[in-house]
């Protein structure tokens, strides 16, 4: 099982330093550097899990791998604008894509088409963790944490730290703002969007 492969993003900007974790699953594994231009990032490229995507009839119980993002609508990326950051590496603000008429799922499937049409990658993507199995928890490959604590309530880990020792912590923030400490702390790679 991995995750999210990293892929060179297209910038003027080097990519931060990954240190080696040897405590991670071998699915930890970095997204993609930060975008320096515009809000345009390449997209991450899943390398695992096949399959067709299934329909919302199918979502009883979690089969592909798990990614959580945070329910709050404060954050940068939440179940309104994911898909577009994961599949296109485009940026949308929540506050746009609501105002648009977004509505969110309860979670969805994400799905890439392999390279040379070889197959199709899954994702569920959601954002209330509180009722994964023990099985469901060993598909998550990866959290887009917010820094804030509250976020981790009722979670399989018992802190954030032990979290991210097991899983691929994401956090993304505009340029312009400050990185929570906590985010630091975590062992979590920072993605920032730029706007030019």
Same mark, same amino acid.
């Given at each position: ?12 900007? *080097?990519?931060? +330093? &990954? ?10 594994? +970095?997204?993609?550097?930060? =975008? ?5 990032? $390449? ?9 067709? *995507?299934?329909?919302?009839? @199918?979502?009883?119980?979690?089969? !592909? +791998?798990? /990614?959580?993002? +945070? ?5 940068? /990326? ?5 898909? @577009? ?10 506050? $746009? ?28 993507? /959601? @954002? ?15 959290? !887009?944490?917010?820094? %804030?604590?509250? %976020? ?9 730290? =032990?979290? !991210? ?15 929570? *400490? ?7 790679? &920072? ?6």
């Amino acid at each position: 099982m991995q995750a999210l492969a990293a892929v060179p993003v297209k910038s003027s900007h *080097p990519a931060p +330093p &990954v240190a080696p974790s040897s405590g991670r699953k071998p699915a930890a594994t +970095p997204v993609a550097a930060p =975008a320096p231009e515009g809000a345009k990032v $390449e997209v991450p490229k899943p390398a695992t899990g096949a399959g067709a *995507p299934p329909s919302s009839s @199918d979502r009883k119980g979690y089969v !592909f +791998p798990i /990614i959580i993002v +945070p329910a709050s609508l404060t954050t940068c /990326i939440t179940l309104y604008n994911v898909q @577009d950051f994961l599949l296109q590496g485009i940026y949308t603000s929540v506050e $746009e894509k609501r105002s648009a008429g977004a509505v969110k799922d309860r979670d969805m499937v994400l799905v890439r088409d392999l390279p040379n049409h070889t197959g199709r990658l899954c994702y569920h993507i /959601i @954002d209330d963790p509180s009722k994964l199995t023990e099985a469901e928890w060993n598909l998550v490959v990866a959290v !887009f944490a917010t820094g %804030q604590l509250w %976020q981790f309530k009722g979670w399989k880990y018992p802190t954030p730290v =032990a979290l !991210f020792q097991n899983v691929l912590g994401i956090h993304v923030c505009i340029d312009s703002a400050a990185v929570d *400490p906590n985010i630091l702390s975590w062992n979590c790679r &920072v993605l920032k969007v730029y706007f030019s």
